[in-house]
């Protein structure tokens, strides 16, 4: 079954709809690390993340940044994934290689998150918790489609075009850098029109996850 995204010609496939999620979001965690490492200065930093250096009994574990924004809410990013919060709604952490949304009533984090089992209680969303769950994840999508706007409108698509070129090994997707803004947006279009595709019954049913 192939789904029209209103007012767009571009079609996604249900099947399909995850993986490219996945594909888009790994390369975003790698994007976010081309920011930190850009040659005119750390990117993440000058639009206002806080960078958390590791203690000596992490010291394989790189940087953690987090970002504060409006009504208490905060975005902080990993390799693995990233983790948003609304006081208003809880948490999530969204893996990096899955693009399950995994739900928390914390909306923010009492310890750093060098690795995954720093992390709070993370569980699949019951269905009492979907619409909370959905919410958190369609708005993590729109600040990172906000976040990539910005990067293009302050320093070109050129830029993102060029911390795109080892990304490029010939074995992974690449979504190029003049449509990335665009496909996140399509992405939430196409998650809030059919929240089954994220949130199925599969996956609510699951075991919590340590």
Not at 36 to 64: D, H, T
Not at 134 to 145: Q, V, Y
Request: hydrophobic share 40%; aromatic share 10%; glycine share 6%.
């Amino acid at each position: 079954m192939r789904t029209q995204i209103p007012g767009n010609t571009s079609i996604v496939s249900d099947r399909n709809l995850i993986e490219h999620a996945i594909a888009l979001l790994s390369q975003e965690v790698w994007c976010w690390g081309r920011d930190i490492l850009r040659p005119k200065g750390n990117y993440l930093l000058e639009v206002g993340f806080q960078r958390f250096e590791p203690p000596a009994s992490r010291k394989e574990c790189s940087s953690v940044y987090s970002l504060k924004l409006p009504g208490e809410r905060v975005v902080v990013l990993r390799g693995f994934g990233v983790f948003y919060g609304d006081p208003r709604l809880g948490g999530i952490f969204l893996p990096r290689y899955e693009f399950r949304p995994l739900y928390t009533k914390c909306s923010e984090l009492n310890q750093l998150p060098w690795l995954h089992a720093d992390l709070p209680e993370l569980c699949f969303p019951t269905e009492l918790e979907r619409e909370k769950c959905a919410a958190l994840t369609l708005d993590l999508i729109d600040w990172i489609r906000s976040y990539e706007v910005k990067i293009a409108e302050t320093l070109g698509v050129e830029y993102r075009q060029s911390t795109l070129v080892q990304w490029d090994n010939g074995e992974r997707p690449v979504i190029p850098a003049e449509d990335i803004p665009r496909e996140w947006r399509l992405l939430g279009i196409a998650i809030a029109a059919d929240l089954r595709a994220l949130l199925s019954d599969h996956y609510a049913n699951k075991s919590q996850v340590s």
